[in-house]
């Protein structure tokens, strides 16, 4: 057991000793030094010491310093001058004790056993946190240099309807969740939703930009997944025309949204002129590195190694190495948006497709494809078409239509009662956001008559250019 020294009096001190005794473990023993009556409370602890007399007497103080060892002494006065004197005397008697004062006058002391709590700046951050988009950072925790932050997730954050272990989480950590007013179990499955609270720590200067990546609406994918678009070339598996339009496509995407770096993996490598192609097409590219892999390592390998050297946060891929599903269905597994490239030219896309299946996987990418809609220039179109006319997709038609006006973007709501897979084929220009799921790498059946899910159905088409968000399924 630890015995405190507390000395107190002015306006704060009653308040400060009722604090004090509301968290009383009985793991401390407190000697309590007081002027005034007011602030004592009718119950007193056992562990608790009181003795009334003036703290600027130093023969009096004297006495309760040489009564017993203590570990620290907390002390708020009502005056400079007072709280001056009482550290004198103090650091006459026991000159190593560690001392926690609170100032509101501007006290400069050089000491290292001497904490000293700015009342006025403590007052200032309380006030100034309550404010909307403002960080709140504990201020007395760890270093005390905000290793802990609180943040508030708002509608239309690209971080809102992530599952947490899809994030990444470089040199910060996510540690607590509030929902409601209660205190949620963190896991990786865990989604984040509006208005959710979450505690984060890490680095100061990191989690203030996690903060405004958070709060900001739009303009942040591939983030919260990770930093870096990566291109994956098979050079023997795919035709020289696709690769082309691959490296075309990826020029383009590296220019208009916001990644930091072009990462690009080439796998058995065939032509010299297609290898020229390739470096004079990205050689003006800044942000840019290309690995190439000579020895066949086999896509499960080099995946893996890529995952570890490179923050991806969006890997692109031709639909040419789609035809072997059970080959390719790691992708699921690594919880990052695959962008499929199809026959269409990327360059030219007008518009953003999301043609609705079922309502909890399209609420958990809508801000996703605001966002992505946002980067490219693109008019977002929802196609609502069931052709039993059975299915109310009402309550997620709503939640596009209220993301829409948050990101400040346009949305076209197609409702009609006809085969969404033949109107889908209908678009020039597209790109088709949808989710992505296991389900899609399964072998098809041979009668896609009877398939019902427009989910798989339009995941098979290779005219279009998609975009797959990792979603929870379960």
């Given at each position: ?339 499929k490239t199809g026959l269409g030219d990327i360059t030219t896309i007008k518009n953003s497709i999301i043609l609705l299946n079922d309502t909890k996987s399209y609420e958990q990418i809508s801000p996703i494809i605001f966002d992505v809609s946002s980067q490219l220039k693109l008019k977002t179109k929802i196609f609502d078409m069931d052709p039993t006319g059975q299915s109310d997709k009402s309550y997620i038609l709503d939640h596009f239509e209220n993301l829409a006006k948050i990101f400040g973007q346009k949305v076209e709501i197609i409702s009609k009662e006809k085969n969404p897979i033949r109107e889908l084929k209908n678009q020039k220009n597209i790109l088709q956001i949808l989710p992505l799921k296991k389900d899609m790498f399964l072998r098809r059946k041979l009668n896609k008559l009877f398939y019902t899910n427009s989910d798989l159905l339009s995941f098979d088409i290779k005219e279009n250019n ?9």
């Amino acid at each position: 057991m630890k015995k405190i020294l507390i000395i107190l009096d002015g306006i704060v001190a009653k308040k400060l000793l009722q604090r004090v005794i509301e968290t009383n473990t009985g793991d401390n023993s407190y000697d309590v030094v007081y002027m005034n009556e007011a602030i004592i409370p009718e119950k007193r602890p056992s562990n608790f010491t009181f003795f009334k007399f003036d703290p600027t007497s130093k023969s009096k103080l004297a006495m309760v310093l040489d009564k017993d060892i203590h570990a620290q002494a907390l002390i708020a006065l009502n005056s400079k001058d007072e709280m001056l004197n009482v550290i004198k005397n103090i650091k006459e008697e026991k000159p190593k004790m560690q001392m926690s004062i609170l100032d509101y006058w501007g006290i400069d002391l050089s000491d290292q056993h001497i904490n000293i709590y700015k009342g006025i700046d403590v007052l200032a951050n309380g006030m100034v946190e309550r404010l909307p988009n403002i960080p709140v950072v504990a201020q007395n925790i760890g270093l005390k240099q905000g290793e802990i932050m609180e943040i508030r997730i708002p509608f239309g954050s690209s971080y809102a309807y992530r599952y947490i272990g899809s994030i990444e989480q470089r040199e910060w950590k996510i540690f607590g969740l509030y929902r409601k007013q209660q205190m949620i179990k963190i896991k990786p499955s865990l989604i984040l939703k509006p208005n959710d609270v979450i505690l984060i720590i890490g680095k100061p200067e990191v989690l203030m930009q996690v903060y405004n990546a958070i709060g900001k609406t739009q303009g942040q994918f591939p983030m919260p997944f990770g930093h870096n678009l990566y291109l994956y070339l098979d050079l023997y598996l795919q035709s020289v025309e696709t690769v082309k339009k691959c490296v075309v496509d990826v020029k383009y995407l590296n220019q208009v949204i916001k990644n930091q770096k072009l990462v690009l993996r080439i796998t058995r490598p065939t032509t010299v002129d297609l290898m020229n192609f390739i470096k004079n097409e990205l050689g003006e590219v800044n942000n840019l590195t290309i690995e190439i892999d000579y020895g066949n390592l086999g896509f499960d390998a080099l995946l893996k190694k890529d995952l570890r050297t490179f923050d991806i946060g969006l890997m692109m891929i031709s639909y040419e190495l789609f035809k072997n599903k059970e080959g390719i269905s790691k992708l699921v597994d690594l919880r990052i948006p695959i962008l499929k490239t199809g026959l269409g030219d990327i360059t030219t896309i007008k518009n953003s497709i999301i043609l609705l299946n079922d309502t909890k996987s399209y609420e958990q990418i809508s801000p996703i494809i605001f966002d992505v809609s946002s980067q490219l220039k693109l008019k977002t179109k929802i196609f609502d078409m069931d052709p039993t006319g059975q299915s109310d997709k009402s309550y997620i038609l709503d939640h596009f239509e209220n993301l829409a006006k948050i990101f400040g973007q346009k949305v076209e709501i197609i409702s009609k009662e006809k085969n969404p897979i033949r109107e889908l084929k209908n678009q020039k220009n597209i790109l088709q956001i949808l989710p992505l799921k296991k389900d899609m790498f399964l072998r098809r059946k041979l009668n896609k008559l009877f398939y019902t899910n427009s989910d798989l159905l339009s995941f098979d088409i290779k005219e279009n250019n998609q975009l797959l968000i990792p979603v929870i399924e379960n």
